[in-house]
Structures are given as C-alpha cells and as structure tokens.
C-alpha cells in the first residue's frame, strides 16, 4: 500500500515540480509552553533498551538536538496548511496525502509538543473520515478523496497520537478533546479493523477498515502490540487489546525469520509470507516492524519483541551499518537501497537488542543521522525523523504507570558579585558582620514577587548576601520548576539557609531531565547557566567562569585575576541596566548602616563608588529569561 508499485528511482523527476510549490512551515517545538512533558525532557523509557552515547551535548536541544533537526527539516519540507486550520503532511507525489503520513505527522508533532500542527493535522484526519469514523486513506491536496477506505496502520498511530496529546496537554479541551477522540478512535479500529472471534486469525489487525472480514492477507508491520497494552489501560478494556497483543505476536513468531529476525511485507494469517498484497520480501512495509518491535521494549520489555530484536542487531552487525538496506529477501542481503527507511528501523532494533552493542548503536545511530532521502521522497526522512524522536528519549509512553517520581537534590555552585568582589574569588562581608542581612528571604517584593519562607536561624559572618535561585526545564525555560531562596558565602559557594551547609535543596526535580538555572541577586544583573543541569550532580556548577554562563562574554564582567563576576548596578532587578535603576541609586544616596539595593558594593552605605559601579555598566541589557 505504500511503494510496491513505485519504483525508488523513478521518484527523481518529482523533485523539480515539489521543490517549486512547497510551502515552509517554521519549526515550533514546545510551543506553546507548558506541555506536561516537553521535547528534549525525556531520557528514560520504563523497558530494557540502550540510548547512543554519543548523543549531541550542544545546542537548544542538547542531546535531543539531532532529532529537533530532523523535526525542522521534515516540517519544513513535508508540511503544508490547508486553511487556516488544518495542516497535511505532503506525500511522495506532493499534491497527494495519505492517512499514514498524517498520523505519522501527528506523533512528531505531539512529541515535539507542537500544539498548532497537532491539532491542524487532527483536523485534517476528521474532516477526510468515512462513515466508520477513519480517514480515507489518500487525499488529493487539501480537498478531494481519491483513495477510500481505512489504512489501519494510520488509524494505531493516530491513536496512539491522540493519547501522547492527552497526556501533553491534560487541561486542553479546544479545538479538540484529545482524550474522548483517542476513545473513538481505538473505538472504531476495535470494531471495524480488528478480526472477530469468528473469523481466521481472531484479534489480529486487519489492513483497514474496507478488506472485509472474511479476507486472509496480513501486514505484519501494522501489529502494533505496545500500542495494544496501552489502549487497553486506557480504555479499562484490558481483556480485549490483551487478546490482541497475543495475535500479534502470533502472526509475528510465525512470520519473522529465525536468524535474521526479519519479517515479510504481507502473509496470510497463519503468518505463512506470501504475495496478497505486494512482494513477498523484506520491504517497504516490512521496515516498520523493528520500530513496532524496539517499542514493546523499551515501554513494556516484552520478551517477544526483544528476541526479534536482538535477531536484527546480529543481522546488521553481520551486514554493517553501512552496507545495510532493503528491499531484501528475509533471510538479508545488500542488493536494496542504503536508505533512511531501512537504516533508521533498523536503528531501532539495535537499541532495544542486547547492552552487548552499545558500540553497534552508537555507529548506526551516526549513520541514522548523516543519511537520508532527497525531495520529495517523505517515507524515509519521516521515519528516520521518528527514530531519532525514540533514540533520544522523545518516544515515551503515554499510559505508563509510572511517572519519574520527584525527589529531593543538592544543587551546589559558585557565583561572584562584582561589586561585593575583593580578589582571589573572595567577597565582602560587611553586610553580615554589620548585622544588616535579614533572616527571612528578600525576594517577596517585586519584581520577584517570590513566596516563600525560606529563613536563617542567623547569619553567619562569612555571608555576603541573599541570591534567589530559579530553575527550570531546558527546553521549556518559561515554566520555572522551583525556586529557592540561598545565602552567598563570600568565596562564591551557596549556603542553604536552614542547615546553613553547602548547596541549595531542591525537592521537585527528577534524574531524567535536563535543567537550566537562572541566578537572580538583588541588585546585580542576573544569569543563566549555559549547560545542561543534571541531578544528582558531577561536579559543582562554576558561574565564575564565562563558558559556563549563557552569553557569558556580555553578562559577566572580568575581574583579571581568574575570575569573573555578575554586573553590579541592576537597582531595581528587572534584567536591564538602565537610567532608572540611577534614579533607584539617587533616591537613595548618602544612606549608611543600610540594606538597600541602590549599595551596589555591598559596604552597608550608598556613595559615589556605587553610582561609578553603576555607571561602568549602563546599557548592558541580561538575556530575554532573566527579564522582568
């Protein structure tokens, strides 16, 4: 149904005509802000599986940044509105759409927590369903239906979708109500796409909703057995998609070659290969199966699954990452195409294979990065796109039973204040040993407007001032995770104030997420860490040393002994330098024995060497997150 008529070569000559009338689409992950998990958040799956280890350590994205490119690049190139509401994903013949790439379209866009094209290529699902409630599966354009009837491997992942965009966006009920659809849906495949009790082959999937019953051809790359365990949690009919996960893997043990772990294009019910519907061979259909397969893995261990899988990582580290391709018979070979439809499946499998080829993964996950299709060929570079979601984290299960469990960490780091800085990484302290620094956090006026109780017993003498902490998750920095309030020790260390030990106490935040830090001090201009924040810690974070401060040659001052420090001068701390924090300083000069943010240097009076501090650092503007 989807290239056994079409020959990979002959889809050349498309190319001039796509690249002449598409439209680009600019990239939205995590927008808007506040999905429940974000792209690039996600690094662990509940099953058995391995990540690459070498994986991007740079970029928006950090070790998701592979993958957030490949998002780029297939929304830019494949996607295209119809309205003002609707998007499609454009298929090889760009002026057609099939159900397949929509529901494909929907997973990257829910995962990428992409709200606007999810809920456009939904739109673009129901306004094109039949009467059993599923899409048609070819549409020309934006508009007319030429190819009717249901393609059931579209419906699994639309479903499945659905539920992704559920858990993402729980409180969202408009345009859509993503949990009653996703009913509906998994509704509808149970009662015209699964085979009835009566029939050959009970509980297996069929190939849509128009083959009929009675019919015997079978695609095993639509058995989708951890989508099957999940709908069944998610409908409380558990009884049912358990029935049908066991069909599935019956037809699959049967199908699937004992050494390879390769598995036909299509079959018969008995899982005997044959030519119902296409040939008879490792292909264009049979690609999906390691993805089906990896993801039983890694969301359930299923042992069926991982056996098949570790069958194809043997197979492929026989052939070499390089050398690998389709189509071929299922006992493999090199005679297909070295494509991105077969090198990204086969990705998959290797990850969720045994820990043993961890090197394996880490060479085919490069490959999985450097090859891919020219325009307009959309199966593979959507697949491919797909398998880096999975590869990095950005393929986790909606209804798994367990969410990472928020714990109590210790974040430790070192940070100066240029005004309050003496030398050798030491500050003044002479708002403490003047008995001026409060017990209770400053931070509950604005533009902080922070409330909470954060409190000192006392402080000690050694203390140079409250900071406010802030963090967040990397890729959705407008949503703060927690704040904390911690006193400065004068070398640079923070010090809660409730134990009065090293490190600011955290007590949301989880081990399988990437975190930023935002440094908010009263009068000096705030920070934000430029490297990913992982928990328990390494090492302490160094904010006294430009690489580690997001544009840090702008936001930190040289103090040429080593060490660099935040800009003194932010009177009224809303992230930029300017005549107003000089009218804040004005007001009031000449206080002493004072806590007050116009004291820039931190000696407890406001005098002409606060206003030059100030002065040295006019017009110097903190990044967008730290703004008020």
């Given at each position: 149904?989807?290239?056994?008529?079409?020959?990979?070569?002959?889809?050349?000559?498309?190319?001039?005509?796509?690249?002449?009338?598409?439209?680009?689409?600019?990239?939205?992950?995590?927008?808007?802000?506040?999905?429940?998990?974000?792209?690039?958040?996600?690094?662990?799956?509940?099953?058995?599986?391995?990540?690459?280890?070498?994986?991007?350590?740079?970029?928006?994205?950090?070790?998701?940044?592979?993958?957030?490119?490949?998002?780029?690049?297939?929304?830019?190139?494949?996607?295209?509105?119809?309205?003002?509401d609707k998007f499609r994903v454009k298929y090889d013949n760009p002026g057609e759409?099939?159900?397949?790439?929509?529901?494909?379209?929907?997973?990257?866009?829910?995962?990428?927590?992409?709200?606007?094209?999810?809920?456009?290529?939904?739109?673009?699902?129901?306004?094109?369903?039949?009467?059993?409630?599923?899409?048609?599966?070819?549409?020309?354009?934006?508009?007319?239906?030429?190819?009717?009837?249901?393609?059931?491997?579209?419906?699994?992942?639309?479903?499945?979708?659905?539920?992704?965009?559920?858990?993402?966006?729980?409180?969202?009920?408009?345009?859509?109500?993503?949990?009653?659809?996703?009913?509906?849906?998994?509704?509808?495949?149970?009662?015209?796409?699964?085979?009835?009790?009566?029939?050959?082959?009970?509980?297996?999937?069929?190939?849509?909703?128009?083959?009929?019953?009675?019919?015997?051809?079978?695609?095993?790359?639509?058995?989708?057995?951890?989508?099957?365990?999940?709908?069944?949690?998610?409908?409380?009919?558990?009884?049912?998609?358990?029935?049908?996960?066991?069909?599935?893997?019956?037809?699959?043990?049967?199908?699937?070659?004992?050494?390879?772990?390769?598995?036909?294009?299509?079959?018969?019910?008995?899982?005997?290969?044959?030519?119902?519907?296409?040939?008879?061979?490792?292909?264009?259909?049979?690609?999906?199966?390691?993805?089906?397969?990896?993801?039983?893995?890694?969301?359930?261990?299923?042992?069926?699954?991982?056996?098949?899988?570790?069958?194809?990582?043997?197979?492929?580290?026989?052939?070499?990452?390089?050398?690998?391709?389709?189509?071929?018979?299922?006992?493999?070979?090199?005679?297909?195409?070295?494509?991105?439809?077969?090198?990204?499946?086969?990705?998959?499998?290797?990850?969720?294979?045994?820990?043993?080829?961890?090197?394996?993964?880490?060479?085919?996950?490069?490959?999985?990065?450097?090859?891919?299709?020219?325009?307009?060929?959309?199966?593979?570079?959507?697949?491919?796109?797909?398998?880096?979601?999975?590869?990095?984290?950005?393929?986790?299960?909606?209804?798994?039973?367990?969410?990472?469990?928020?714990?109590?960490?210790?974040?430790?780091?070192?940070?100066?204040?240029?005004?309050?800085?003496?030398?050798?990484?030491?500050?003044?302290?002479?708002?403490?040993?003047?008995?001026?620094?409060?017990?209770?956090?400053?931070?509950?006026?604005?533009?902080?407007?922070?409330?909470?109780?954060?409190?000192?017993?006392?402080?000690?003498?050694?203390?140079?001032?409250?900071?406010?902490?802030?963090?967040?998750?990397?890729?959705?920095?407008?949503?703060?995770?927690?704040?904390?309030?911690?006193?400065?020790?004068?070398?640079?260390?923070?010090?809660?104030?409730?134990?009065?030990?090293?490190?600011?106490?955290?007590?949301?935040?989880?081990?399988?997420?990437?975190?930023?830090?935002?440094?908010?001090?009263?009068?000096?201009?705030?920070?934000?860490?430029?490297?990913?924040?992982?928990?328990?810690?390494?090492?302490?974070?160094?904010?006294?040393?430009?690489?580690?401060?997001?544009?840090?040659?702008?936001?930190?001052?040289?103090?040429?002994?080593?060490?660099?420090?935040?800009?003194?001068?932010?009177?009224?701390?809303?992230?930029?330098?300017?005549?107003?924090?000089?009218?804040?300083?004005?007001?009031?000069?000449?206080?002493?024995?004072t806590y007050n943010a116009a004291d820039f240097n931190l000696d407890d009076t406001?005098?002409?060497?606060?206003?030059?501090?100030?002065?040295?650092?006019?017009?110097?503007?903190?990044?967008?997150?730290?703004?008020?």
């Amino acid at each position: 149904m989807k290239y056994t008529q079409l020959n990979y070569a002959l889809m050349i000559w498309i190319s001039a005509l796509f690249c002449m009338q598409q439209t680009q689409i600019t990239a939205q992950i995590n927008t808007p802000a506040g999905a429940t998990k974000p792209f690039g958040s996600n690094m662990t799956y509940e099953g058995m599986y391995m990540l690459p280890t070498n994986l991007p350590t740079s970029g928006t994205y950090m070790h998701a940044q592979d993958a957030a490119d490949a998002y780029t690049h297939w929304k830019t190139n494949y996607v295209e509105a119809c309205g003002t509401d609707k998007f499609r994903v454009k298929y090889d013949n760009p002026g057609e759409t099939v159900s397949e790439g929509i529901a494909y379209g929907m997973l990257l866009a829910a995962y990428a927590a992409d709200k606007t094209l999810f809920d456009g290529l939904w739109a673009y699902y129901k306004e094109h369903m039949n009467a059993n409630g599923v899409m048609n599966w070819k549409v020309s354009g934006c508009s007319s239906v030429v190819g009717t009837g249901g393609a059931a491997d579209a419906e699994v992942d639309a479903a499945m979708a659905l539920l992704v965009a559920d858990h993402q966006w729980p409180a969202s009920s408009t345009p859509h109500d993503y949990a009653s659809d996703a009913a509906d849906l998994i509704s509808a495949i149970k009662d015209y796409e699964i085979q009835p009790t009566t029939n050959n082959g009970p509980y297996q999937l069929n190939n849509g909703d128009q083959w009929g019953f009675w019919n015997d051809c079978r695609n095993p790359s639509y058995q989708p057995p951890a989508y099957f365990k999940a709908y069944g949690d998610f409908m409380d009919d558990t009884s049912f998609w358990d029935n049908c996960v066991t069909a599935s893997y019956d037809l699959l043990n049967a199908n699937v070659h004992p050494t390879t772990g390769l598995v036909s294009n299509w079959s018969d019910h008995n899982g005997t290969p044959n030519w119902c519907n296409g040939p008879n061979e490792y292909g264009w259909d049979a690609c999906r199966n390691p993805w089906r397969m990896a993801t039983d893995v890694a969301w359930y261990d299923d042992a069926n699954a991982k056996a098949i899988c570790d069958n194809i990582a043997t197979y492929v580290e026989s052939t070499g990452v390089s050398s690998v391709s389709g189509p071929v018979p299922q006992s493999g070979g090199t005679s297909g195409y070295h494509s991105p439809t077969f090198v990204s499946t086969f990705a998959l499998a290797v990850m969720a294979s045994d820990p043993g080829n961890q090197d394996l993964l880490d060479d085919i996950y490069t490959e999985n990065v450097a090859v891919m299709d020219g325009l307009p060929w959309y199966f593979g570079n959507t697949l491919r796109c797909i398998s880096l979601f999975m590869m990095t984290g950005n393929f986790w299960n909606p209804l798994a039973s367990t969410e990472p469990t928020p714990s109590t960490y210790t974040f430790e780091a070192n940070l100066l204040l240029e005004g309050a800085y003496l030398a050798g990484g030491q500050m003044t302290t002479e708002l403490a040993t003047s008995g001026l620094i409060p017990t209770d956090q400053p931070f509950n006026t604005a533009p902080w407007n922070y409330t909470g109780t954060e409190s000192a017993s006392s402080i000690p003498a050694n203390i140079t001032d409250w900071v406010l902490l802030d963090i967040r998750e990397l890729n959705d920095p407008n949503s703060p995770v927690e704040q904390k309030a911690v006193l400065l020790r004068n070398d640079g260390a923070l010090i809660d104030p409730l134990t009065l030990t090293e490190g600011a106490v955290f007590q949301n935040l989880n081990n399988s997420t990437d975190y930023q830090m935002i440094v908010r001090p009263r009068n000096h201009l705030a920070i934000v860490s430029e490297n990913t924040i992982n928990f328990p810690q390494s090492e302490s974070y160094d904010f006294t040393q430009q690489s580690n401060v997001l544009l840090g040659s702008t936001q930190l001052v040289d103090m040429e002994d080593g060490y660099f420090a935040l800009l003194a001068g932010d009177f009224n701390a809303d992230g930029v330098i300017t005549v107003a924090d000089l009218n804040g300083y004005l007001a009031a000069s000449s206080s002493i024995n004072t806590y007050n943010a116009a004291d820039f240097n931190l000696d407890d009076t406001v005098t002409v060497s606060d206003f030059n501090t100030y002065k040295s650092n006019l017009a110097i503007i903190g990044v967008s997150l730290v703004q008020y």
